[in-house]
């Protein structure tokens, strides 16, 4: 995959978007929250690094590092007993800060310890941070931050591309002409949350005579309601709607092997109390799914193929620039190892030459 443009000179190359080594610390989705019980245990490999996770009797999820550091057993093999994991093979237990807590054939247990990953559970999935302090909160959608929701997992899929030019495709304002035959004008404003977090919202008012400009007219007071908030550069929680009924999805992606990309997308929708609320949340999700598939299949086909080389960026793809300079500015780890990228690369990640071109005013 050609991963960076041609006709930009390398100071200005994008160091982290597209690279299939490289990914941003933050939380990344794990598995949905449901398939992993009380007293199961699993093996995950995680952004190329291999994990086993379980479930204690208190409920709580705990990650390690995969292999036993006894003999290196995996310790998916092994068995949950209470809040601890003991590994199959000699038996070494070892409790839920990773500490081995018995060596059946010793007095004593040696004082060794399993790398534990810190975790936590939101819209009904686990995730994982790929360091040691979490810095950041979970991705979240800032109207919703302090509100519960209706959740519902739409689909997971593998592309043929890298994660990041999936991501981009939510802020492409041109695909939305030709790809998805929408009569609009898409125009975003950026907007930095926070260091790994940053929104765009459309700001275009509704105009136009057709059919569907008029009939979608009616739910919005000015501008179409649409917004995406990306968190490290590989969820993005994406709002659209009318203005009386916001519906939300999430699409959060994992870099797998040969820089492909690994996506969950789960429909969101603010709780709605009382039988008639449950029900009419209900069917707005069940519609949303059914949409929503229809409306990716033209981004789904082009994520097979796509070689992305932005050579010839034009002011409609400026948005774009702002998510790459945005990314490059993010803390680069290494898919596999998690160790921080190069060291020179990110002492000079603060003063990094934006990736620009003047015709796109970034
Ligand atoms: S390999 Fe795990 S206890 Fe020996
Ligand atoms: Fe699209």
Redesign the pocket.
């Known amino acids: 995959m050609n991963v960076n443009s041609q006709n930009v000179s390398s100071n200005r190359k994008p160091k982290t978007f597209n690279n299939l080594e490289r990914f941003v610390e933050g939380w990344y989705w794990v598995i949905p929250s449901k398939n992993l019980r009380e007293g199961e245990v699993k093996p995950i490999t995680i952004l190329g690094r291999e994990l086993v996770i379980y479930r204690g009797e208190d409920r709580r999820v705990i990650i390690f590092d995969a292999y036993?550091p006894?003999?290196?057993?995996h310790?998916a093999e092994g068995k949950v007993e209470g809040n601890e994991l003991r590994?199959?093979?000699?038996?070494?237990k070892f409790d839920a800060e990773g500490i081995c807590v018995d060596i059946p054939c010793l007095d004593e247990p040696l004082s060794t310890k399993l790398k534990v990953w810190p975790t936590a559970e939101k819209y009904e999935t686990i995730w994982i941070w790929t360091g040691e302090i979490p810095q950041l909160p979970l991705p979240y959608i800032p109207e919703l931050e302090q509100k519960e929701c209706d959740v519902t997992f739409a689909s997971r899929l593998v592309t043929n591309c890298h994660p990041n030019v999936v991501m981009i495709n939510v802020i492409d304002a041109q695909h939305f002409n030709s790809v998805h035959k929408l009569p609009l004008k898409i125009d975003f404003e950026k907007y930095e949350l926070n260091q790994n977090a940053i929104i765009f919202n459309n700001i275009t008012p509704i105009s136009g005579d057709s059919f569907f400009i008029k009939l979608i007219s009616r739910f919005y007071k000015n501008a179409i309601t649409y917004s995406i908030c990306y968190w490290y550069g590989s969820t993005g929680m994406v709002t659209f709607g009318p203005d009386f009924l916001h519906l939300h999805f999430m699409i959060s992606l994992r870099l797998i092997e040969e820089g492909k990309a690994e996506i969950m997308t789960l429909l969101m929708i603010k709780k709605r109390r009382g039988i008639l609320g449950r029900l009419y949340n209900h069917f707005v999700l069940w519609l949303a799914k059914i949409l929503g598939k229809k409306f990716i299949k033209g981004d789904t086909k082009l994520f097979q193929t796509i070689q992305f080389d932005l050579k010839t960026p034009i002011k409609a793809d400026r948005s774009i620039i702002q998510f790459i300079n945005h990314l490059e500015r993010q803390k680069p780890l290494m898919w596999k190892s998690w160790q921080l990228a190069r060291s020179q690369d990110v002492e000079s990640m603060q003063n990094r030459d934006r990736w620009r071109d003047e015709r796109t005013n970034d």
């Open positions: 036993c006894h003999m290196g057993a310790l590994c199959f093979f000699h038996h070494w």
